[in-house]
């Protein structure tokens, strides 16, 4: 069994990119990747990749270079980056191979996704009748938590207003412009109780992460970030999930809740001894109860963490340091790998204007989607 | 008579008032809405007509088609997970409400609701309306 590092982190900004497809920001985002190991495409032993709306990763072979190598191509839905990077994580920590990586693109048209209701096993009339959007889920879930937990809107706007003033400092952000929780609260309403400002959108972009033995990264010279965790659950029975037409009265935790587990049991830390976190925030609301599923407080703390700033860059436990989905948008396929590639530059101390202070250690990772599933990594220096 | 979304799953009883119906897993013993297809391991069953507000939204855009089969013009809408009498929780359009008055735990009564479509028919589905006291 060999310890898994992290050598190498390239990005294709996210945001859109008229002119460029999803699969050649893919490629833009493994070339950048080798660039900054100091590698080239043929050291690349295999690949794991995926999008969920923009091609087959292994067509990029044509444009990046006809090797040989093994590529795997993974659909996983939302946690397509997720399980692309648990591929590379298995293959290197069984000793099959000692250098790869994992690729997460996409490129989606602008406005809310548009399903179809056979996909996901239910009927025409569930779509038809206007039921299935995921903007829908996303707002009773945290309108019912608001209830129980006593979150305020103040709150879910102070989260986009945290999310906006990172996202400014991050190059690879799509939005870049602070915006005041004011501004967030008076945008138009989209789904009660969330503004427009406080939804993510689909987007475009794309992350390549390159993975090594802990061995073969001596061998190399090359600083590496040990990935001491890489978990990825599907939902339990009792779980609140998009597109359901109903639940058990019986309630029970979440996909995230179970992979936070096994993610923390894998690495030997506890959640207190996180540095910095990036938790899937698909809108304001996600962001705070995520923020107690993996463990991180206890449901309804988050009202005075947040007010106190404890989210904030300067807190102490800064969430999403690049802006999260928020000011990044969600291209499916690339933004799990966006949070590992982030929590990377952190901890390498290559986050430039956005760099968290203190030298942080320990990363955590959460990407939640459709329809219940959660993938956590988290990274030590 | 206007069609139904499912008439497996809505029906009218003798007296005219709908019936919003689930199955039950003969195995398990857990309650699926909506019913499953036929399957010699469900049995249909009446779900009870009465339940509170579990939470809701407005949905406050169109959406887009497909999968939505309204027409062009558009006005908001209400939505709601609805606790019937602790059997399930049903996601479900609410209607003869204000968007001001909804508010986790309100009691509400199963009712019908026709929905126009785009292409000039209409529909009839399942919806939840609040109920009076005592009613």
Known sequence: MSDVTII??????????????????????????????????????????????????????????????????VANGCATG?????????????????????????????????PKPADW?????????????????????????????????????????????????ADHAWRRQPLSAQEVLSSPMVSDPLTKYMFCSPAEGAVALIF??????????????????????????????VFSPALDVERGPSPTTLAARAAFEMAGVGPEDIDIAQLQDTESGAEIMHMAENGFCADGDQEQWIAEGRTRREGALPVNTDGGCLACGE????????????????????????????????????VYGAPGVSAVAILER | MTPLIDDRLLRFDDEGQPVLQGARDRVSGRLVFP???????????????????????????????????????????????????????????????????????????????????ADGGTVVTYAFAPAEQGE
């Open chain 1, 8 to 73: 190498g982190a390239g990005i294709h900004r996210f945001g859109r990119t008229p002119g460029r497809t999803g699969l050649q920001q893919g490629a833009f985002a493994v070339r950048d990747a080798l660039a900054s190991a100091g590698l080239e495409w043929k050291d690349v032993q295999f690949a794991y990749g995926g999008s969920d709306a923009a091609g087959n990763a292994d067509t990029m072979v044509s444009e990046l270079g006809l090797t040989g190598l093994q590529f795997i191509n």
């Open chain 1, 82 to 114: 997720g399980s692309a990077m648990f591929g590379a994580y298995v293959t290197i920590k069984s000793g099959e191979y000692d250098l790869g990586l994992a690729v997460g693109f996409d490129k989606h048209p602008p406005g809310a996704f548009d």
């Open chain 1, 121 to 169: 096993g239910l009927p025409d009339w569930y779509g038809e009748t206007g039921l299935m959007l995921t903007t829908q889920f996303f707002a009773m879930k945290i309108q019912r938590y608001m209830a129980l937990h006593g979150i305020s809107t103040g709150t879910l706007a102070a989260v986009a207003e945290k999310a906006f003033a990172n996202g400014a400092l």
């Open chain 1, 212 to 241: 090594a033995s802990e061995r073969k990264a001596r061998e190399l010279g090359l600083p590496a970030v040990k990935l001491r965790a890489a978990a990825v659950r599907t939902r339990p029975p009792g779980s609140f999930e």
């Open chain 1, 331 to 366: 291209p499916i396929g690339a933004s799990g790998l966006r949070q590992v590639y982030e929590n990377y530059q952190q901890l390498t101390g290559r986050a430039g204007r956005r760099q968290i202070e203190g030298a942080p250690r320990l990363g955590y990772s959460h």
């Open chain 2, 35 to 117: 019913p499953a297809a036929e399957d010699e391991r469900y049995t249909l069953e009446a779900l009870p007509r009465r339940g509170t507000l579990w939470s809701w939204t407005v949905q406050r855009f169109r959406p887009k088609s497909p999968p939505y089969a309204g027409p062009d013009a558009f006005a908001p809408y209400a939505v709601g997970y609805v606790d019937l009498d602790n059997a399930i929780i049903v996601e479900a359009r609410l209607t003869g409400v204000a968007f001001t008055d909804l508010k986790i735990g309100v009691p509400l009564k199963l009712t019908t609701l026709a929905l126009e479509r």
